[in-house]
């Protein structure tokens, strides 16, 4: 089982809908969540953070943890063509071990 | 604040060669990682620092990479001899200690083994 798990998509939504990426991981003890964005010959960079269960919410980015069920997503609302990208998950278990997932890659047709 | 440096930006080498990557974190950031990123996969963690000490190193092919980083600021990775399978984009990032702190990373290392 990979540690972190994500759909590689492409995920393909129309401009101003709604993205909805997932993530589970296998390490019950992360501490910590991050979502990356990462352009096409770019290096990652950092979107959210969340390290409570609930919503975490950032402009037209929210980030919903469920510990219990290992589990992280990102919303995207009112989706830009220039949210066009890979979105890589993360998470910081112990002694700030950061590990990713594969990426889920986003396209929005206009 | 001046991000994290990497160099060279680009490198082509032929099997068996050696190469050696650069990489200067963000001043005051006590953890420095490397990850291999290979086309259409997301980074691999091979090696973090603490300071400089090494804090994971194991999924570091250490027959052939090895990595230091001196007085715990400038790291310096190598990969000797290289292998076809090694061409992918090495990425260096720094953070401050902490579980929520962020890691910064470089522009990346782009190596092609011919």
């Known amino acids: 089982q990979k540690e972190v798990e994500q759909n590689s998509g492409p995920l393909s939504v129309p401009e101003g809908a709604i993205a909805s990426l997932n993530c589970t991981y296998s390490d019950r003890g992360s501490q910590s969540f991050f979502w990356y964005r990462q352009y096409s010959g770019k290096s990652p960079e950092l979107i959210m953070f969340i390290y409570s269960n609930g919503d975490k919410e950032d402009g037209r980015f929210t980030a919903q943890l469920n510990k219990a069920s290992q589990y992280v997503s990102l919303l995207i609302r009112d989706s830009q063509p220039s949210d066009s990208a890979t979105y890589l998950c993360a998470f910081k278990a112990a002694g700030n071990k950061l590990t990713f997932g594969g990426g889920t890659r986003v396209l929005v047709k206009p | 604040e001046a991000g994290v440096a990497q160099s060279p930006r680009y490198k082509i080498i032929e099997k068996r060669q050696s190469v050696a990557f650069w990489c200067n974190p963000i001043s005051g950031h006590a953890t420095l990682y490397w990850y291999q990123q290979i086309l259409g996969q997301g980074p691999k963690l091979l090696i973090q620092?603490?300071?400089?000490?090494?804090?994971?190193d194991s999924q570091l092919p250490k027959d052939r990479f090895s990595a230091e980083r001196l007085k715990g600021v400038d790291s310096t990775l190598k990969i000797q001899p290289a292998k076809l399978e090694d061409s992918a984009v090495y990425l260096c990032?720094?953070?401050?200690?902490?579980?929520?702190?962020?890691?910064?990373f470089g522009q990346g290392t782009r190596l092609t083994v011919v």
């Open positions: 620092f603490q300071n400089n000490g090494v804090v994971d």
């Open positions: 990032a720094s953070s401050l200690a902490g579980q929520g702190a962020e890691a910064f």
